[in-house]
């Protein structure tokens, strides 16, 4: 008999925090298919899967085997307020940074981000990024936020979450809050640099990642603190989750072997999940990222730096790209990521990019970031092969940079299918080749670290 209470819960559980069913599959380490019978009662997981699938879920095992949320003895603050209180916030942010009348590009985004948002744990985990950055700004400490769709959000940046601005590439006045889109430039970071009519110099900004990439938006996120910030965390998610649900640690810290690498897992009933990776030795803070001057001249120094001094290699592995960085006359800061991301990523440049490159394939058409992978197939397939062409380009860039197209798991009529959208043979033979992909904004905030410790040290 099916057990349909069972997988209507299940299937709540996973649209709350915005899952497909192979993604959720993918944390607890089972198909896909598996997925699908509990959800239509056909079958129940295993014990020690029901305590995986409750941690992923956030609920315990009892609410699980029970198919009902326990109701806590205490009232919770008002949420509402709290989504308010977030919203208000990034809007002041805006109005400070564009001015009371930004133009509409930037408006529409962010009515349209806090559409997406309403209701969902993903804002108030922005929220909660936005107060930690602010500690950190006291302690001095240096953070990254792991997770893609944390990075392709405009709120999210505004809120400090994430120093990866998503807006297409444009120049804004610090004095009188004049606007410039920057067409056929790839971030704004590469844009020349340039005075606004009223005499004060432009910053520039924006790295071109639409909001489509928040897909599906699920709340929580993977943070890489620097050492001994573990403590600062952990105490920073109870004060802002304080009043709003129990905020327990659901795994014990640990230390990977061989690596000076703690983990530590923190939940806070049907709102949010943490988990803080302490693996940083560095104590670089915002501030630093914040005074730099990013001018087209400190760029290619540090580009020329990188290629004789090596200092672009990264612990994470991977060739040593020094030859493609001298080869570039005017290396830009796009230049700079992409290389990182063959560098970061497994099997995108030995056999595969490099290959590529010295055929005459652009370095900037090669796969190197997830977002680009992404948008690139989404220009492909938009409304030629699907009715749904955010979603379904969302999948296909999950086997990309899971390595699903390497181990074979694709049926052969989604890449005949591909091939028929336009995608060249040669990017589908490079996807097969693909073990695993960095996402964008990871890739620009190392990057952005590692030209503010250079110009720290040669003072430009």
């Not at 985990?125 to 950190?136: A, D, P």
């Not at 904004?441 to 030209?451: C, E, F, G, Q, S």
């Amino acid at each position: 008999m099916r057990d349909y209470s069972f997988g209507n819960f299940i299937s709540a559980l996973r649209v709350r925090r915005g899952l497909s069913q192979y993604q959720l599959g993918a944390l607890v380490h089972v198909s896909d298919k598996a997925v699908s019978k509990w959800e239509n009662g056909a079958s129940k997981p295993r014990m020690n899967t029901m305590v995986k699938l409750a941690e992923v879920l956030d609920v315990s095992v009892d609410e699980l085997l029970t198919c009902q949320l326990a109701t806590s003895g205490e009232k919770r603050k008002d949420l509402s307020a709290m989504e308010k209180a977030i919203i208000k916030k990034a809007e002041n942010r805006m109005e400070e940074l564009y001015g009371a009348h930004p133009p509409f590009a930037i408006t529409n985004r962010f009515q349209t981000e806090k559409m997406m948002l309403k209701g969902r744990e993903m804002l108030l985990w922005m929220g909660f990024l936005g107060s930690l950055r602010e500690k950190f700004y006291e302690n001095h400490g240096f953070f990254a936020v792991r997770g893609a769709q944390m990075g392709a959000s405009f709120l999210a940046w505004l809120l400090g979450g994430t120093n990866v601005n998503p807006l297409p590439a444009h120049y804004y006045c610090p004095v009188c809050k004049k606007v410039e889109w920057i067409p056929d430039v790839k971030c704004g970071l590469d844009a020349p640099d340039q005075s606004c009519s009223c005499g004060a110099m432009y910053e520039k900004d924006g790295f071109g990642i639409d909001a489509v990439h928040m897909y599906p938006m699920a709340g929580g996120s993977e943070i890489l603190v620097s050492r001994g910030m573990m403590g600062l965390v952990k105490s920073c998610f109870e004060e802002y989750f304080e009043g709003y649900g129990n905020v327990r640690q659901v795994e014990r810290a640990e230390e990977k072997p061989g690596k000076r690498i703690q983990v530590a897992h923190y939940t806070c009933d049907g709102l949010a999940r943490l988990t803080v990776v302490e693996d940083s030795e560095e104590t670089l803070s915002f501030q630093d990222f914040d005074q730099v001057s990013w001018t087209t001249d400190l760029i290619r120094a540090y580009a020329k730096a990188a290629a004789v001094e090596g200092c672009f290699e990264h612990p994470f592995g991977g060739s040593n790209l020094a030859p493609v960085i001298t080869s570039l006359r005017e290396p830009k800061f796009s230049d700079l990521f992409a290389i990182s991301g063959l560098l970061h990523g497994t099997g995108l440049w030995k056999e595969n990019g490099e290959v590529l490159y010295k055929r005459g394939i652009p370095l900037d058409e090669l796969i190197t970031n997830r977002e680009d992978v992404y948008a690139y197939l989404y220009q492909k397939l938009n409304g030629k092969s699907c009715d749904h062409p955010s979603g379904q380009v969302y999948e296909i860039k999950e086997y990309v940079q899971m390595g699903r197209y390497f181990r074979g798991q694709v049926p052969l009529k989604e890449e005949q299918m591909l091939l028929e959208c336009g995608v060249p043979e040669w990017y589908v033979e490079s996807m097969k080749k693909a073990l695993y992909v960095f996402p964008k904004t990871h890739l620009i905030t190392y990057l952005k670290k590692d030209i503010c410790e250079y110009s720290k040290e040669k003072k430009v």
